[in-house]
């Protein structure tokens, strides 16, 4: 699908009509309303072909926020509502894009709205332009230079509270990219005069008023300056505030943008000073004072301001109150100095405060061009933009006015000559046949003011050079001469009798018709404006002053540079720079911006016709119209053109596929437009009425409803088609789901019906079968039982039947058996009585004893010797046969048990039979020691290394080796011996050393005593007189003393053949060398546990407790 593109036109939602060139029928009454009802609707803007006026608002619209910058942006010029910056993006456009450099030119009257005007322009053009650190900072510098010159240089007037009173022309500078480098700023006359003099309810240039409000006071007191306006005679009172102005904020922003531009410090400082230093010359006051010679001098009244200015400017005072009481002219190296009187001091003074300022805003202007001066070489594209005092007509106009309006003369020529010569130059690009334009050329007037030789500029120089009196009279006695013929000129001095009566014209005035209407001029003043003198002596005191500002101010104070050469006149400069403003502007492509004062009060939504009619008649805004279109009123490139009618044709509708032109061609003979009506240029279609486009909008405007009545009539029958056709559609969808879902629900129905009958049946037809099995199952279990019981019957007859035989049988055979043995008897009766006893009884003897062996066998108790059971007796009669049986099976099975021992385990046996000889029932250590095997050699003699010298010491057979305490005899402690018994000896030995203390042959071992109870002391006695015994009997305890005495005991019998005497007691006498001490056992606490406690009690009694 094609994308739907959607163009507009200026000639879309007009009010009024937007271009001023199509306004129809044209004359002042249709331009005024038309211009009325756009301003009553905030259109401010509308255009005359590519000339823009503007009417000021005197309010801030809401047009001109950064969405309408981006609105406007790469626009063309008809595409949208007049505005201004439409103008500015087509300059802009067209320098960045065609290399054409631009100008810009603002016209109107004061308070038409130019300055703000061109302050649009630069912020449009610095929104569009590139973007970057630089280039913002170039951008912020110009448009920061604004506020600064706007302090300066303007000032409120009874027109425009910031009223703009000098001429400025500013050329901004592009590189080929369209990013802004630098700009240069061109002033033109600055109202000097409103320094020392305004004029009722105006004031002075606003810098004064914002540095009186602004400034802190310690600025103000550097500058020896006080707050209070009413302090100074050159600030206009009566309406030193403005409404809406806050003077004091507009200090700090002028500052401030000093600063942006560039401005160091102390020149910022060097500024103020001079500022305050012209603020202060208007205090400056003087007295007469008469000489002897009778001239008139003049004094100054108070010092105190002169000393003042001359600490400020660092001029020496005397030279600068020297400079306001004397004159000096030079002339062929001669010096004449008079004296001023006090009308000539206040002149001086004046001169000097207005030179003073003048100068310095020069120098300010200067200064900024050095700041945004471009830094390359580079050839640079231009745009200027020119914002110069409008037409001025007052009451009273002076020399001022007069160069104004002729600055405002020369701008119109330049207007016509470019207006006419671009419409020219269109025609002729575009092929079409030129025809001649009548249009008032104000060139004549021109010629009036600046001719070389008649002109009024040269003849007001004439009279300012010529040699003796001078004065504004004899200047307008010459213009009377000179231009009386003039057709523009009128005086009624002149010899032109016309205005011999004119009382509307003074006697002291001319009259000059300007392009924009008769301005009548006071002659007064000229020939002293035009001389813009100041006295020599005043700017070589200037120069004198030690502040390098003021002194490179007046140059022409150097008296090195003297000069006798009269300065330029002021109007001479003004022609002069007029002249190169003009060569200027002619080489760029001009873009007008022509402003317009809807009322006198500064005050919004007033439209005032009669002003507004005066502004459109001197501006030459109709002739202007009638210019566009004396040829052909409307032009528009083919493309636009046809893009906008071709749904006026039906060839061209909806699309035309050949060249544009082909197609405005065949819409046009379509349409059956006259052929005057138009003409095909290169690239534009011409209309020569506004008429023929106007119903070319018609048509356009009736056909676009018939289109829109079309497509809605297409729209609404598709809307509604396709509305039917989804209807249809859910209609279709809506009765399929129905039927299904009625269907699903009429088959679900009938399916659980046919379920439910089915169930019932099969339940029905199941519980019959179910019945009938029971009834079957039943029957078949009635067979079976009457079967069983039937065959119970049976068998249970059988039975009975057999058991009756049986016993039938058995009753026989008793009976049979009862018989036979009674036959026998009988028969065998003789012979049983004679042996037939005996043989019973041995044989029921024989058979008892064989059923009690029979049994005895199998009751057998088991081979422990010391298993006591043994069956019970049978019979009274087997007891002693029983009992001897009960013997031998003991003998056996003991006899049975010891062929198992060994020799070895036979010598242990023995030896614990013979300890249960000596001491069973005796020693309660006894029992303990059943358990316990006899080892003999608890120590390990032979294997350890420890003993082997007592090994070597003994060569028998060791019997026993066993650690013994030998209880001391002193005092019954007990010390460790090694006890060795061998088959001969006793021997004692130390247990540490092994070294035999004591050697006992067994022959000399008489008894060995031991008490009852369960301890392990024992003495070895020994025989009286043997060698042994001379250290009497030994007294000992040890663990293992049933073995130690059973194996002593035996030895001792084998070895001697005698019993070794062991007598057990509870008191015995052990021999000690000499003394016979009495060992006594009784029974003791358990205190140390089981150990027994031997304790001396006497010389004659050892004590041992025994727990
Ligand atoms: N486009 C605008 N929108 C709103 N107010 C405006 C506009 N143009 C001008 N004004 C108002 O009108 C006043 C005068 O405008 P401006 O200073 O531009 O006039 P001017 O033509 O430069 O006058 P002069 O010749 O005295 O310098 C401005 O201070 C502002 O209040
Ligand atoms: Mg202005």
Not at 492 to 512: E, Q, V, W, Y
Not at 621 to 650: D, T
Not at 681 to 696: A, D, E, M, W, Y
Not at 867 to 881: G, I, M, Q
């Amino acid at each position: 699908m094609a994308k739907m593109e959607v163009k507009t036109s200026l000639l879309d939602d007009m009010i009024g009509v937007g271009d001023m060139v199509l306004l129809e029928p044209l004359d002042e009454d249709s331009f005024i309303n038309n211009l009325k009802k756009r301003f009553d609707h905030n259109e401010v803007y509308t255009y005359i072909g590519s000339v823009v006026i503007s009417i000021n608002p005197y309010r801030s619209l809401p047009i001109y926020t950064p969405e309408k910058v981006e609105e406007y942006r790469n626009r063309n010029f008809y595409e949208l509502s007049p505005h201004i910056f439409a103008l500015s993006d087509e300059a802009y456009r067209s320098l960045r894009d065609q290399d054409k450099d631009q100008c810009i030119l603002i016209t109107g009257e004061s308070g038409a709205g130019k300055t703000e005007a061109s302050k649009l322009v630069m912020s449009y053009v610095a929104a569009v332009c590139g973007k970057g650190a630089e280039v913002n900072q170039v951008k912020e510098q110009l448009l920061q230079s604004n506020p600064v010159l706007e302090a300066f240089g303007n000032a409120k007037t009874m027109r425009n509270d910031n009223s703009s009173r000098f001429g400025k022309y500013m050329d901004i500078e592009f590189d080929f990219k369209g990013d802004p480098l630098g700009g240069v700023i061109s002033n033109y006359l600055l109202e000097k005069s409103r320094v020392v003099k305004q004029p009722r309810g105006e004031r002075n240039f606003h810098i004064f008023y914002q540095i009186l409000s602004g400034a802190s006071e310690e600025f103000l007191c550097k500058l020896k300056l006080e707050r209070d306006f009413s302090r100074y005679n050159y600030l206009g009172l009566d309406s030193a505030r403005v409404n809406g102005v806050d003077d004091a904020a507009n200090f700090r922003t002028v500052r401030n943008a000093m600063q942006i531009v560039g401005f160091m410090d102390h020149e910022t400082q060097s500024v103020f000073e001079v500022v305050a230093a012209v603020l202060k010359l208007g205090n400056i006051e003087f007295k007469p004072e008469s000489r002897a010679n009778g001239l008139d001098e003049s004094k100054i009244k108070d010092k105190n301001e002169l000393k003042e200015i001359c600490e400020l400017t660092g001029i020496d005072q005397s030279v600068l109150e020297r400079a306001f009481s004397f004159r000096t002219v030079e002339a062929k190296q001669e010096k004449v100095s008079t004296t001023l009187n006090v009308a000539q001091a206040y002149y001086a003074r004046d001169a000097l405060a207005k030179n003073l300022y003048s100068r310095l805003f020069s120098w300010l202007v200067t200064r900024i061009n050095e700041s945004i001066k471009a830094q390359t070489k580079v050839r640079k594209k231009v745009m200027g933009v020119l914002d110069i005092y409008g037409f001025e007509i007052f009451e009273d106009n002076s020399f001022e006015q007069f160069i104004i309006n002729y600055c405002n003369e020369k701008l119109q020529q330049i207007f016509i000559e470019l207006t006419l010569k671009e419409e020219q130059e269109e025609y002729i690009r575009e092929g079409i046949e030129w025809t001649h334009i009548e249009y008032f050329n104000n060139a004549i007037i021109c010629d009036l003011i600046e001719n070389n030789q008649t002109g009024i500029l040269a003849m007001l120089d004439e009279e300012c050079l010529r040699p003796g009196t001078v004065t504004d009279d004899t200047f307008l006695e010459k213009l009377n001469q000179v231009c009386a013929t003039h057709q523009h000129f009128e005086s009624r001095m002149s010899k032109c009798s016309r205005f011999l009566n004119d009382t509307s014209l003074p006697h002291s005035c001319f009259r000059i018709q300007h392009y924009a209407g008769k301005v009548m001029y006071q002659v007064e003043g000229f020939v002293d404006k035009n001389n813009d003198l100041l006295y020599r002596d005043l700017s070589q005191a200037m120069w004198k002053a030690n502040h390098s500002l003021i002194k490179a101010l007046f140059p022409e104070g150097n008296p090195a540079k003297i000069n006798l050469k009269r300065p330029p006149t002021a109007g001479s400069q003004f022609k002069a720079s007029v002249a190169t403003l003009m060569k200027n502007l002619q080489t760029k492509n001009p873009n007008y911006i022509r402003c317009i004062k809807p009322n006198d009060k500064k005050a919004a939504h007033i439209f005032n016709e009669a002003l507004v009619c005066h502004q459109i008649r001197y501006l030459g805004l109709l002739e202007n119209v009638r210019v566009r279109r004396a040829g052909y009123a409307f032009r528009q490139p083919y493309e636009p053109c046809l893009e906008r009618y071709k749904m006026l044709c039906k060839q061209t509708w909806p699309h035309w596929r050949g060249p544009a032109r082909a197609g405005v061609e065949v819409l046009f003979n379509e349409l059956r437009i006259p052929e005057e009506e138009f003409s095909f240029g290169r690239s534009k279609i011409f209309i020569r009425n506004p008429r023929t486009l106007f119903k070319l909008e018609d048509l356009r405007k009736q056909r676009l409803e018939d289109l829109a009545t079309l497509i809605g009539k297409i729209y609404r029958g598709w809307k509604c088609r396709t509305h039917f056709l989804l209807m249809k559609k859910c209609q279709v969808v809506i009765a399929s789901w129905y039927r299904r879902y009625s269907q699903q629900k009429k088959y679900q129905k009938i399916k659980s019906s046919t379920i439910t009958v089915q169930s019932y049946i099969r339940g029905w037809k199941a519980r019959k079968q179910l019945r009938e099995l029971k009834h079957l199952k039943r029957c078949n279990e009635a067979a079976t039982v009457i079967a069983a019981y039937w065959h119970g019957t049976q068998a249970r007859r059988e039975l009975k039947r057999l058991k009756e035989e049986a016993r039938r049988k058995h009753a026989v055979a008793v009976i049979w058996a009862y018989w036979l043995g009674l036959k026998v008897r009988r028969e065998y009766r003789k012979f049983f009585r004679a042996n037939a006893g005996r043989k019973i009884y041995e044989f029921t003897l024989q058979r008892i004893m064989q059923k009690y062996f029979l049994e005895m066998k199998n009751k057998m108790p088991s081979l422990s010797p010391i298993d006591k059971n043994w069956p019970a007796r049978p019979y009274l009669f087997l007891e002693s046969t029983h009992k001897e049986l009960k013997r031998i099976f003991h003998l056996w099975r003991c006899k049975k048990y010891r062929d198992q021992f060994t020799d070895q385990q036979k010598l242990i046996y023995e030896e614990k039979l013979e300890a249960s000889e000596l001491f069973k029932d005796k020693k309660a250590l006894y029992p303990a020691s059943v358990g316990q095997p006899f080892q003999g050699a608890y120590l390990e003699i032979s294997e350890n290394p420890k003993y082997k010298k007592l090994k070597d010491a003994v060569d028998e057979k060791i019997i026993i080796a066993e650690v013994v305490n030998k209880i001391n005899r002193a005092n019954g402690k007990a010390a460790s011996r090694i006890f060795l018994l061998t088959k001969n000896n006793v021997l004692l030995a130390d247990q540490k050393s092994g070294t035999i203390k004591s050697e006992v042959p067994l022959g000399d071992v008489t008894k060995v005593s031991m008490s009852s109870q369960n301890d392990g002391f024992f003495a070895v006695h020994l025989k009286e007189g043997s060698e042994a015994a001379s250290k009497g009997d030994f007294l000992l305890s040890s663990d293992h003393l049933i073995e130690m005495a059973t194996k002593l005991y035996r030895t001792t019998l084998s070895q001697t053949k005698q019993k070794l005497n062991i007598e057990i007691s509870d008191e015995f006498l052990v021999q000690f060398k000499q003394d016979k001490v009495c060992v006594k056992f009784i029974q003791g606490s358990q205190k140390n546990g089981n150990i027994p406690t031997c304790k001396r009690k006497n010389n004659r009694l050892l004590e041992v407790a025994v727990p």
